[in-house]
């Protein structure tokens, strides 16, 4: 039986590591293999589809010769610093007001409609109004990438404080509990599932709204260095930027997928 069970343990090791790591791996070697046939192949021209030997080496190049004014690394930092400041931002204002709309009818009733409106207009749409209200400088694609992070905050939190059981809340309050502590030691830690994967789901958001503000507006970042590659018609540059975006769009989504399930875990037990 003992053994029977081990086999069982191990087989299932096995199947995580395939799912983990290994089908991933081959995925990836697998699209670089039929991007490397098709360009060598030439039946797409080097200016249209660089070959992805190129652009590992115009990777490298990029990281110690300065694109647009800087490096790679320094426009992908300027990048991160939006992201930071706005998705925080986002999630500051979005959750509170998400959790105080489940819990109180006035703020649904106040708050409910407008925030209904708001998250149907797409993030790019606020580009107007960032370069009205900060200019074309740093900050200028924070309010997009605020608009993305926040929608998403406030419902998932909203969501959450709606599901609570009522007993519970009805429990804290014949305790004594007050106004602020029901919120903060009761419907916080139980909606915190919910918050969780609205602040995944916001940063998902925020990342691409970050590039799509950068290739409009502003002067340092991921999104303009692309858009000074297409300028230059550098394709090579524009695919480093892309693959640059979508290799930290995927750590950011894998860290929070962790934290998601992290605190998922403990919240059942």
């Known amino acids: 039986m003992e053994a029977l069970m081990l086999e069982e343990d191990r087989a299932a090791k096995r199947r995580a590591q395939l799912e983990g790591w290994i089908l991933p791996v081959l995925g990836v070697l697998t699209l670089l293999g039929g991007w490397a046939l098709v360009t060598e192949s030439g039946l797409v021209p080097e200016n249209f589809l660089p070959s992805p030997t190129l652009v590992f080496k115009e990777m490298l190049l990029l990281t110690h010769e300065p694109y647009s004014g800087a490096l790679l690394q320094e426009h992908l930092l300027a990048s991160l610093r939006k992201f930071a400041i706005a998705y925080v931002l986002g999630v500051i204002?979005?959750?509170?007001?998400?959790?105080?709309?489940?819990?109180?009818?006035?703020?649904?009733?106040?708050?409910g409609p407008v925030i209904e409106a708001l998250r149907f207009v797409p993030p790019i749409a606020w580009v107007p109004f960032s370069i009205l209200w900060l200019g074309t400088g740093f900050l200028s694609p924070t309010v997009v990438i605020f608009s993305g992070v926040f929608s998403s905050c406030v419902v998932n939190a909203y969501s959450g404080a709606r599901q609570i059981d009522k007993p519970l809340l009805e429990a804290a309050q014949m305790l004594g509990a007050s106004r602020w502590l029901t919120l903060t030691e009761v419907l916080f830690p139980a909606a915190l599932p919910q918050i969780v994967?609205?602040?995944?789901?916001g940063a998902g958001f925020g990342w691409q709204s970050l590039i799509g503000a950068e290739l409009i507006v502003g002067s340092t970042g991921l999104g303009y260095m692309i858009i000074q590659g297409e300028s230059n018609l550098a394709a090579h540059v524009v695919v480093v930027g892309m693959i640059t975006i979508g290799v930290v769009g995927a750590l950011i989504d894998y860290v929070m997928r962790r934290v998601e399930q992290r605190i998922r875990r403990n919240w059942r037990n």
Do not use: H, K, N, T
């Open 93 to 111: 204002v979005g959750v509170p007001l998400g959790l105080l709309m489940g819990r109180f009818r006035i703020m649904e009733w106040a708050f």
């Open 197 to 201: 994967a609205g602040m995944r789901i």
